[in-house]
């Protein structure tokens, strides 16, 4: 019944700035966690960061300074603000979003995002 939709995926150059937003519907009260993951082509799926209200922001090392995750939790909407894009950001991003602390999540469609000159 959770459902989420990605988007803001597009393409941008190295050195870019690129924002995914990210709606969660068919949940009667707040999330407890929403972030992003990513899948890079030929690869598994990876942390990209996530939010939550007891542990906070946590990033993977490889974004650190510059991806912000923000949520909104009364409107359900969680967005990645990526900066200092780089070609290997190139991938498929997932949002995902845990209704509770102890559940397996839910995850949206995904939206692209290509870095490249």
């Known amino acids: 019944q959770l459902r989420l939709e990605e988007s803001g995926g597009g393409v941008a150059q190295p050195g870019g700035s690129l924002n995914l937003s990210c709606a969660a519907s068919?949940?009667?009260?707040?999330?407890?966690?929403m972030g992003w993951y990513r899948q890079p082509p030929g690869k598994q799926r990876e942390l990209v960061a996530t939010?939550?209200?007891?542990?906070?922001?946590i990033y993977s090392d490889s974004v650190k300074g510059r991806f912000t995750v923000s949520r909104d939790i009364d409107k359900k909407t969680v967005s990645l603000q990526m900066k200092s894009l780089e070609p290997e950001d190139t991938a498929v991003y997932y949002c995902?979003?845990?209704?509770?602390?102890?559940?397996?999540?839910?995850w949206g469609p995904g939206t692209s995002v290509t870095v490249s000159s």
């Open positions: 995902h979003a845990k209704p509770f602390r102890n559940t397996v999540g839910a």
């Open positions: 068919g949940h009667r009260f707040s999330i407890y966690l």
């Open positions: 939010i939550s209200e007891d542990e906070g922001a």
